[in-house]
């Protein structure tokens, strides 16, 4: 089975950065469309964004578009978010998905993913 384990989270001041990186174990995570959702305290859960399974083709959220960027590198089974000029709206618990079968159109809907880690928290607050 695949096991997604998250971290990076801390507390960061706005504007500062954090890179939250996910290992996949169990199974190759070439195999796998990869995913970052968050969830802020009292709200549910958000889409942020998504890497197909090569690597060549990302998907951002509206509100962290040009602020983070998804990568993944398949040889370390690692998929990395590195987020810049953080602002408090970005605090939450911050959770990698994998699934084998996502298309394109799906990656942002959080039903379609199989696989949890078990999150990471990010604080953004001055």
């Known amino acids: 089975d695949v096991q997604l384990q998250a971290s990076g989270g801390g507390f960061v001041q706005p504007g500062g950065f954090l890179r939250l990186s996910c290992v996949v174990s169990?199974?190759?995570?070439?195999?796998?469309?990869m995913g970052w959702f968050r969830q802020a305290p009292g709200k549910g859960l958000e889409f942020v964004s998504g890497?197909?399974?090569?690597?060549?083709?990302?998907n951002h959220a509206d509100s962290v578009k040009g602020r983070f960027t998804i990568s993944r590198d398949n040889a370390k089974n690692t998929v990395h978010l590195q987020m810049d000029s953080l602002k408090p709206e970005d605090t939450g618990v911050y959770f990698c998905?994998?699934?084998?079968?996502?298309?394109?159109?799906?990656?942002?809907?959080?039903?379609?993913?199989?696989?949890w880690g078990q999150g990471t928290h990010v604080t953004v607050s001055s």
């Open positions: 890497i197909n399974s090569g690597g060549g083709r990302t």
């Open positions: 169990g199974r190759p995570a070439r195999n796998y469309v």
């Open positions: 998905a994998a699934d084998q079968g996502i298309i394109q159109s799906s990656i942002r809907v959080p039903d379609m993913y199989d696989y």
